[in-house]
T-cell receptor, first 118, second 113 residues
């Protein structure tokens, strides 16, 4: 079946402009995550959506970053007034919720959006 | 808090060499542990996982054993191939701290013929 898709695959923007990054999770997956991967760095957690619950925004680096998830499916990550330090690959992942018994399902990752702020 | 520390790279090995990539973790409870792999130009994908102490995850000739006593989940493969060249990420997730996944910084592996 179809995996997680992200668009655009590459985005070059000027400093100060706003950008929107889109994620289409796997159909039926209730959990959706956004991460940032900077050059030579690990994965930095940004935000997590689970069903209709309030999102966990604890990883957002500043108030210029926001995300929404419409209808429990597609998600958009918005970065306002972009800065050069925002340049990174932004990854989206989705998963089913916990398995019966409490263990967590694996995450399925999209290919990422490479953002370059000039 | 929760965190993952993995071996610094890059690692370069000859084909058929033995591979170990070290991973240790800190967790407040009983996490599930994962290894993800990112092949060149592709997204991250799950390689293997273990959900409780002493479990061994295995896939594609790779293995990792969940060692609670040493808080480790080292990745091993007996004989690497050129096609194993990728970046490997160790990760944990723990129900007690919500559903966040905590990833290591990744270890780049290059296998030369």
């Amino acid at each position: 079946g179809a995996g997680v898709s992200q668009s655009p695959s590459n985005k070059v923007t000027e400093k100060g402009k706003d950008v929107e990054l889109r994620c289409d999770p796997i159909s039926g997956h209730t959990a959706l995550y956004w991460y940032r991967q900077s050059l030579g760095q690990g994965l930095e957690f940004l935000i997590y959506f689970q069903g209709n619950s309030a999102p966990d925004k604890s990883g957002l680096p500043s108030d210029r970053f926001s995300a929404e998830r419409t209808g429990g499916s597609v998600s958009t990550l918005t970065i306002q007034r972009t800065q050069q330090e925002d340049s990174a690959v932004y990854l989206c992942a989705s998963s089913l919720s916990r398995l019966a018994g409490g263990s967590l399902n694996e995450q399925y990752f999209g290919p990422g959006t490479r953002l370059t702020v000039t | 808090g929760n965190s993952v520390t993995q071996m610094e790279g890059p690692v370069t090995l000859s084909e058929e060499a033995f591979l170990t990539i070290n991973c240790t973790y800190t967790a407040t409870g009983y996490p599930s542990l994962f290894w993800y792999v990112q092949y060149p130009g592709e997204g991250l994908q799950l390689l293997l996982k273990a959900t409780k102490a002493d479990d061994k995850g295995s896939n594609k000739g790779f293995e990792a054993t969940y060692r609670k006593e040493t808080t480790s989940f080292h990745l091993e493969k007996g004989s690497v191939q050129v096609s194993d060249s990728a970046v490997y990420f160790c990760a944990l997730s723990e129900a007690n701290t919500g559903n966040q996944f905590y990833f290591g910084t990744g270890t780049s592996l290059t296998v030369i013929p």
